[in-house]
């Protein structure tokens, strides 16, 4: 089996359970990733409009643990195209958001002792923030292998090592693209992704729900992933929706209640 140019177009179905454990990795362990940006922008900002290149190489060593297929869960501030292996998974969408969450299985070629993710992130142009326009991009990986049940997963932190960059020669998504002058990207510190909503209310049944721990940088929304399947035959749009931002102190599995005249939905993986 060769790779493909691309492995678009998807059909939606529901997010298997086989890949609540890389959900799970992706809630709570995925930290943010973007670029060095040039003064006066600090993580986690960047310029309006910004476009920039990402990528992480995966290499096997082990010839008992060749790569059958990949599972990515991935969230971007703002849009995103994604390529595996120089395949496009996903395309630019500007209608994407950042509090959407796609998650693709993609097969390896038979053999494949490399794998490479390239992520090309795109921060919104919003002219009306422009010292105050965060970016960034966070991602769980899940790598299958031939012949065992074992996996292997990754998360986005300071233990990945991604390289990122804003210029953008042709043919830098492929797998064989020279990426070693590329520099490190910055892993947003902890204090831009953890934040407290403490919330004042005499029902105390909605004060249980509505105290949450922020995992992530934003908040509110539901996610949906998006996933490709391993025949390629068809493709398919995982959806599954969580409150995925938020760790609960909640032991109800699925709620909605009003926080400060916010709808929040709470969806608990086991």
């Known amino acids: 089996m060769s790779t493909p140019a691309s492995y678009l177009p998807l059909a939606e179905q529901d997010f298997p359970s086989e890949h609540a454990a890389l959900a799970q990795a992706f809630h709570t362990r995925a930290t943010w990733l973007w670029t060095h ?6 993580p986690p900002y960047a310029p309006p409009g910004a476009e920039r290149g990402f990528r992480w190489t995966y290499t096997s060593t082990l010839p008992s643990r060749t790569p059958s297929s990949i599972t990515i869960i991935i969230s971007v501030d703002n849009y995103f195209a994604l390529h595996v292996n120089g395949a496009l998974v996903h395309a630019v ?10 998650a693709f299985t993609v097969p390896i070629a038979a053999g494949s002792t490399k794998t490479v993710i390239a992520v090309r ?21 899940k790598f299958s ?25 042709a043919g830098w998504e492929d797998p064989d693209f020279n990426d070693s002058s590329w520099p490190n990207v910055v892993v947003y510190p902890i204090e831009h992704y953890h934040r407290r909503y403490d919330h004042d209310n005499s029902n105390s049944d909605v004060n249980a729900s509505c105290d949450f721990e922020l995992i992530e940088s934003y908040d509110y929304l539901y996610h949906s992933f998006t ?12 959806l599954f929706h969580s409150r995925h931002p938020f760790t609960s102190r909640s032991n109800s599995r699925s709620r909605i209640d009003e926080c400060d005249g916010r709808r929040v939905f709470e969806q608990h993986l086991q």
């Open 227 to 238: 996933a490709l399947n391993l025949q390629h035959t068809e493709s398919y749009l995982y």
């Open 93 to 102: 969408n500007s209608r994407d958001e950042f509090w959407d969450a796609f």
């Open 37 to 42: 940006e040039d003064e006066p922008y600090q």
């Open 145 to 169: 292998f031939q012949g065992t049940t074992e996996t292997e997963t990754f998360v986005t932190g300071p233990n990945m090592q991604w390289v990122g960059e804003s210029s953008l020669p």
């Open 121 to 141: 992130g795109f921060n919104a142009d919003d002219t009306t923030a422009v010292l105050n326009n965060p970016a960034g991009f966070t991602a769980a990986i």
